[in-house]
């Protein structure tokens, strides 16, 4: 039982560049997340899927589109990398009622 | 507009001594409440709850008091460990199930 899997733990972009974090949960949750966390801001919701085939906005979701490919599975896709967008995303999951199970995180820089 | 607040960033207890971390919300609507635990390169990982029906709760070493007029939630750590050095976040959610954040609490246990 692995949990909550992100991939990649790190990646370094160039402003402009693309990329997709991916995401993977096998403990049957409805609920799945993406949060950034940096300094001093604590975690901060970017997307949301409430159950598989609905996505909703967070409260920092500019810059980011997401993808609930399947009841597993929620990607996050940077389309144009910024500076503003280095930070350390999480992954979580949660079921119906109860708490959240995060990933490990994926710690990204954007220069 | 941060609606869960952890007003310290950090904290140095004696190993053996209590740790106190507390957290501050401005929802009246919030009525599940969570700590979570996150060491570094890691993600934060589920250390206790409480409901709004209940004003404490108690798991081994760690307790968690609830005063709802005061808008208050504390997390005591006792007797606390070096292992227990971690950043610690309070969290909140409503019946409409979305979660807030603190900012979270860096705890050294100076051995």
């Known amino acids: 039982n692995a949990g909550v899997t992100q991939t990649p733990k790190f990646q370094v972009l160039k402003t402009g560049q693309s990329m997709t974090l991916q995401c993977a949960q096998d403990?049957?949750?409805?609920?799945m997340y993406w949060y950034r966390q940096d300094p001093g801001m604590g975690l901060r919701l970017i997307y949301y899927?409430?159950?598989?085939?609905?996505?909703d906005k967070g409260e920092v979701p500019n810059g980011y589109n997401v993808s609930r490919l399947n009841k597993r599975e929620f990607s996050l896709r940077l389309e144009s990398a910024a500076p503003s967008q280095t930070s350390v995303y999480f992954c979580?999951?949660?079921?119906?009622?109860?708490?959240?199970?995060f990933g490990s995180g994926t710690r990204l820089t954007v220069v | 507009d941060q609606q869960v607040k952890q007003n310290s960033p950090s904290l140095s207890v004696q190993e053996g001594r209590i740790s106190i971390l507390n957290c501050d919300y401005t929802?009246?609507?919030?009525?599940?409440f969570l700590w979570y635990k996150k060491y570094p390169a890691e993600g934060p990982t589920f250390l206790i709850s409480?409901?709004?029906?209940?004003d404490k709760n108690e798991d081994g070493r760690f307790t968690v008091f609830l005063n709802k007029s005061a808008k208050h939630l504390s997390l005591h750590i006792v007797p606390s460990q070096p292992g227990d050095s971690a950043v610690y976040f309070c969290?909140?959610?409503?019946?409409?199930?979305?979660?807030?954040f603190g900012t979270g609490t860096s705890l050294t246990v100076i051995p």
């Open positions: 979580a999951s949660r079921p119906n009622s109860g708490g959240y199970t």
């Open positions: 403990m049957n949750h409805n609920s």
């Open positions: 899927s409430a159950s598989e085939g609905t996505t």
């Open positions: 929802n009246s609507m919030f009525d599940y």
């Open positions: 409480i409901s709004s029906i209940k």
């Open positions: 969290a909140a959610t409503s019946p409409s199930n979305q979660f807030y």
